[in-house]
Every structure is written in structure tokens, then in C-alpha cells.
């Protein structure tokens, strides 16, 4: 019986306040039926939606015969941020999702990236605007000085409509090779 080797597993977290569009975009490229946490929302949230994630979502997808790429995505609230702590610990990569058509929602969205870059300074990632097909939707290049990050800072932003899997994967790929850059400068230094 021939053995088949493991797969890398690469883990992306997704995060952003409430209503980025965090599970849609799981949802959207997953593989298998998205695991979910969903439940009947009873904060300030439910005046943005009737349900919403209150520990994680789960989703997988293969990229070619060696990777499977897990994807988590958190709770937008901050009362469930110790869901950040134990899901950031272990990422490889990071993406934080801001709803473009919310400037209301920048505030948290800088918070949770400031969160991100003291937790996991040293891991790849990625802003992604989302609800950029809505027509008061900030051109994405505006978003990140409204988040506080530096021109110069290397950040990588993203346009992205979450229901449509061609542009969320095209943000996969650009993790996953911030991802091989970042372990093959490792190998290389050490």
C-alpha cells in the first residue's frame, strides 16, 4: 500500500468588526460545509444582522496536491476577543476584513489591527475591503491611513466583493506567497 505524504497545513485567520463580511468570505471559497457558530444576535449587532459568530467559523480549502489551507474566522465583537487570543496564536497568516461602506466601523477595525500586529508582529498580513460592489464605499486606498497605517508599511489591501470566489482566493494567494517568502527567509537566515 502506497503512503501519501501529509499536507502542509497553512492556518488563516480572518477578523474584522461585525458585518465585514468574515463568514461570507469563508463561506464563499470553502470546500467543505463551513462550520459555524452562529447565533441569534442579541447586542448592537442586531441592528446590522439577525445572527452572528460568537466563537469561530471554519472553512478549508486544497491548494494543489501538498496544502490544505484552514481558514478561521472570529467573532467581531470585543467581548469575545478572548476567541482572538487562541485563534491569532497559531496563524501563519492574518487578513483584516473592513467594511468599506461603514466608516462608523474604521475605529474597531484599527483596534483589532493594532491588536494583530502586538499579537502576531511576525505573521503575513493582509487588509481586505470588503462591500466594495455598495455605492458608498470608500476607494480602499483611502481605508488605511482611516486605520492608521503608514503608506510605507508593506500592508497589502484588498477590494473584494466576499461572495465571489475569484477575488477571495486571489487574497489566499497573496498570503500563502507572503507566507513561503517569509519561511523561506527563515530557512535561509537560520
Not at 26 to 44: F, L, Y
Not at 171 to 182: C, G, K, N
Amino acid at each position: 500500500m502506497e503512503r501519501t505524504s501529509p499536507k502542509q497545513v497553512m492556518r488563516i485567520v480572518a477578523t474584522g468588526p461585525v458585518g465585514a463580511g468574515k463568514t461570507t468570505l469563508i463561506k464563499t471559497i470553502s470546500e467543505i460545509e463551513v462550520v459555524g457558530t452562529d447565533r441569534a444576535a442579541t447586542d448592537d449587532s442586531a441592528l446590522l444582522k439577525p445572527n452572528t459568530t460568537v466563537a469561530m467559523d471554519f472553512g478549508r480549502i486544497t491548494f494543489g496536491a501538498d496544502m490544505a489551507v484552514h481558514i478561521y474566522g472570529t467573532p467581531g465583537q470585543e467581548r469575545f476577543s478572548f476567541m482572538w487570543d487562541i485563534l491569532v496564536h497559531r496563524a501563519h497568516a492574518l487578513m483584516l476584513l473592513v467594511p468599506l461602506h461603514r466608516p462608523s466601523d474604521f475605529f474597531m477595525a484599527s483596534k483589532m489591527l493594532r491588536y494583530l500586529q502586538f499579537h502576531a508582529s511576525d505573521v503575513p498580513l493582509v487588509v481586505v475591503g470588503t462591500h466594495c460592489d455598495l455605492p458608498d464605499a470608500w476607494p480602499a486606498a483611502e481605508v488605511l491611513p482611516a486605520l492608521g497605517i503608514e503608506p510605507d508599511a508593506g500592508i497589502p489591501i484588498f477590494s473584494v466583493n466576499a461572495t465571489q470566489t475569484r477575488e477571495a482566493v486571489q487574497v489566499l494567494i497573496a498570503l500563502i506567497e507572503q507566507y513561503q517568502r517569509l519561511t523561506q527567509s527563515h530557512a535561509k537566515a537560520g
